[in-house]
């Protein structure tokens, strides 16, 4: 079935879109696979797929054996918010983890996924960052087994939660996280499994006066030196028309650069990735050993991505900026998705507990936010969704961007930015002819109605509607732009 296209404010979507998640049933499976779940901090679209110099063999060998999204997304583009998303299958303004705060009282009683797969047979470890609370690194309701730490932990010899005993570790955190995630697949039996590895690479080593370094492995300090790095027409880029970050700007955090990260610290993030595909290599081992790889959903994520210099930003985040939200997603899972393939279908993180929960044969809540992508790995779907929402509650950690909390609507096409405290400097981009976000159409050269259309839409998500099937009515413009 091909999506039909047309000239209009917005793109309708022509293909089988599924009913609200209240109405998702779960399928009944003979065999239940096994799950391991890689999710990592900060890293960018762009960052793992098609980049021009970056080794990660293990990767692409996940990404040539199964699927790589080409429109996958964060709709909460700040640490334990998109945590939670991915977990919960809900957007923050449900789940209630809306910030960075401490939110550890209110992580241990939100339903996870996980918590879902292991009430319904799964044996299930975590293993690394749960920043869902900065002091409580205590075992979380949903997991046999639990490899934590404080907050956002050290890269060396760190101290370590394992299954409600502090311990002291040594080496480097990605091959400690990866030691556990392997022993405890090395233990399975006919009992299904979830391993879920969150690793704290490539977030920054975070050190008193607002330092921050990426420390690389051992052995990886020089990989890539001299190789150029490329520069989007964003990089640096004009903020004319953006009011929000217009505003005066204090270059002396040294966080928030002028002009952006140096180049010597997005090549240490970049370094800091071949420890991550040492560490899948070895997943995928244990995997062949045990004659399991196959029977095996294999997932890449991430939470978020990262400024390198777009529009002036550094490590701000939060923002919804593609370079922010547009993360990669990896599914290698042979029995129902095919090899090499690049689903186009607009997707988010808040989609894939039920997409985990679906495959895992596990009763599927009917208070989520998110919708099932089973269809979209078997083909039998080529889209499951119009838009989704994208929120940020304003904090006080980036000077910068203070007083930016946002909801936010992207389409297929269309990204609004609607703030919640700045008055008179909303941003809309027509991503199709504008996909680096340099124009904003407001306030007054926006195809009529537009925006307002697009507001109620975020208004009706927030009130916890289901939008699909009611496409957006519109009026037909002849202009070229549109």
């Known amino acids: 079935m091909k999506i039909k296209r047309i000239v209009a404010p917005v793109l309708l979507v022509a293909a089988v879109v599924l009913s609200a998640c209240g109405d998702q049933q779960a399928p009944d ?3 239940r696979p096994n799950i391991v779940f890689v999710l990592l901090d900060d890293v960018r679209y762009d960052d793992i797929i098609d980049h021009p110099f970056i080794e990660l063999p293990n990767i692409q060998r996940l990404a040539n054996e199964g699927a790589s999204f080409r429109q996958f997304f964060t709709s909460a583009p700040l640490c334990s918010p998109s945590r939670a998303v991915f977990m919960t299958g809900q957007y923050p303004h449900r789940n209630g983890i809306v910030d960075n705060g401490e939110r550890a009282e209110q992580s241990h009683r939100i339903v996870t996924f996980p918590k879902l797969l292991q009430d319904s047979g799964y044996r299930t470890g975590f293993f690394g960052k749960w920043h869902m609370g900065h002091a409580d690194d205590s075992p979380r309701p949903g997991f046999d087994r639990w490899v934590s730490f404080v907050g956002q932990g050290v890269y060396l010899d760190p101290e370590m939660n394992i299954d409600g005993v502090t311990s002291h570790a040594s080496g480097y955190m990605t091959d400690i996280l990866t030691d556990h995630a392997v022993s405890f697949i090395d233990e399975a039996d006919e009992t299904p499994f979830l391993a879920f590895i969150a ?11 607002y ?5 690389p492995a051992a052995g990886d300090e020089d990989l890539y030196t001299g190789e150029p790095l490329n520069r989007s027409p964003s990089w640096q880029a004009s903020t004319a028309g953006k009011p929000a970050l217009e505003r005066p700007v204090d270059y002396s955090d040294p966080r928030s650069p002028e002009g952006g990260l140096p180049d010597d610290i997005i090549l240490n993030r970049l370094r800091m990735l071949s420890a991550v595909d040492r560490g899948l290599g070895r997943l995928i081992d244990i995997l062949e050993t045990k004659q399991l790889l196959d029977d095996t959903v294999f997932v890449v994520t991430s939470d978020q991505g990262f400024f390198y210099g777009e529009f002036g930003l550094a490590q701000e985040r939060r923002l919804a900026y593609e370079p922010s939200i547009h993360i990669p997603l990896i599914i290698r899972y042979p029995e129902k998705v095919s090899a090499g393939t690049h689903p186009d279908a607009l997707v988010s ?25 089973a269809p979209l790995l078997d083909g039998s779907a080529l ?3 119009e838009d989704f929402l994208i929120e940020y509650y304003s904090d006080e950690v980036f000077p ?4 930016m909390g946002y909801q936010a609507l992207r389409t297929g096409r269309y990204k609004y930015i609607r703030y919640s405290e700045l008055k008179d400097m909303d941003e809309l981009y027509d991503l199709e002819s504008d996909p680096y976000e340099l124009d904003n159409l407001l306030p007054n050269r926006a195809p009529s109605g537009l925006a307002e259309q697009l507001a109620a839409r975020i208004n009706a998500q927030d009130r916890g509607a289901s939008l699909q099937n009611k496409p957006i009515h519109h009026q037909v413009s002849n202009s070229p732009s549109n």
Do not use: C, W
């Open 29 to 31: 499976t003979e065999s």
């Open 199 to 209: 690793h704290k690479a490539s977030h920054p080593e975070i050190h008193p006066n």
């Open 211 to 215: 330092v921050r370094t990426f420390p």
């Open 349 to 373: 993180n808040v989609d894939i507990a039920p997409t985990m929960m679906a495959l895992g044969g596990a009763k599927i809540p009917d208070d989520l936010d998110g919708y099932s992508m």
């Open 383 to 385: 889209q499951i969704r």
């Open 400 to 403: 910068r961007i203070q007083n």
